[in-house]
């Protein structure tokens, strides 16, 4: 059986480029699921969301407090990309907000993430800019862009 954290690590392992850091650890990953407020939902290659023994093709993962949904992490496999994944994940992200009773959408990314036109698409607006927040392996400096969505 397959459970639900190694599929989140085997997208893991080949949807972050490692140039940026942004892949999680298995422990970060499992220490942020035990928070209360911390939720995720997977998708296999078809769009829908994985049987037992299928391998996701996506993931997101989020937290949840004051009215608000963030989403730290949305990941789809290489292989599986341009195929509409990204969005299924994004609605997914949005209806599971609402049923929490959340109102508005937040995210932070990287300037340059090619997901940022996935995420204009689906409504998020920058809303903050935190300039030279991240650091590549190589030491280059890189603004974190903060995004929302309200879903009221």
């Keep these: 059986m397959i459970d ?23 422990r970060q990953v499992e220490d942020s699921l035990n928070f209360p407020h911390t939720h995720y939902s997977l998708v296999a290659a ?7 023994n299928v ?3 996506g ?14 992490l949305l990941a789809v496999s290489p292989q599986y990309r341009r195929n509409g994944l990204g969005l299924i994940l994004l609605e997914s992200f949005a209806s599971a907000a609402r ?17 940022e036109s996935l995420y204009r698409g689906f409504g998020f607006l920058p ?4 300039k030279a927040y991240y650091a590549t392996t190589g030491g280059e400096r890189i603004d974190a862009i903060t995004f929302a969505r309200d879903i009221t």
């Design 59 to 72: 993931f997101w993962m989020s937290r949840s407090g004051f009215g608000e949904e963030e989403l730290l």
């Design 4 to 26: 639900d954290l190694d599929k989140i690590m085997t997208v893991m392992e080949t949807a972050f480029d490692p140039q940026y850091g942004e892949a999680w650890t298995r």
């Design 55 to 57: 391998h996701a093709a």
């Design 46 to 52: 078809d769009g829908t969301f994985p049987a037992e």
């Design 99 to 115: 049923t929490r009773n959340n109102e508005r959408l937040l995210l932070e990314m990287r300037r340059g993430n090619p997901a």
């Design 127 to 130: 809303v903050g800019l935190r």
